[in-house]
Nanobody, 127 residues
Framework: QVQLVESGGGLVQAGGSLGLSCVVS????????MGWFRQAPGKEREFVAR????????YYADSVKGRFTISRDNAKNTVTLQMNSLKPEDTDVYYC????????????????????WGQGTQVTVSS
């Protein structure tokens, strides 16, 4: 069974950077889609970024576009989220996720389309 383990969260000052990592174990396929989401207490899980495991098909939420970058390292079975120019509103628990199948590789960004989830890592941005 697929397992996702996240790390890299922490406290950072506004304008700073953090790199999140998600190590994927278990069998995966090139057509799987990887995503990053974030969620604050009492709020719905929010889409952040996604890509296909084989590469490409990247898509970002407007709120993070130009600041965050999703990428993967096949040799290390790792998906990363590099976050630059962080803002206080980026404060959330961040989750990595994997979708076995999506309605479209171009529009796979709904949380209900993802099958496997990490435990989350806290990101706190101070003003």
């Amino acid at each position: 069974q697929v397992q996702l383990v996240e790390s890299g969260g922490g406290l950072v000052q506004a304008g700073g950077s953090l790199g999140l990592s998600c190590v994927v174990s278990g069998r995966t396929f090139s057509y799987y889609n990887m995503g990053w989401f974030r969620q604050a207490p009492g709020k719905e899980r929010e889409f952040v970024a996604r890509m296909r495991w084989s590469g490409g098909y990247t898509y970002y939420a407007d709120s993070v576009k130009g600041r965050f970058t999703i990428s993967r390292d096949n040799a290390k079975n790792t998906v990363t989220l590099q976050m630059n120019s962080l803002k206080p509103e980026d404060t959330d628990v961040y989750y990595c996720a994997e979708a076995k199948s999506c309605s479209s590789d171009y529009q796979c960004y709904g949380a209900n389309e993802f099958d496997y989830w990490g435990q989350g890592t806290q990101v706190t941005v101070s003003s």
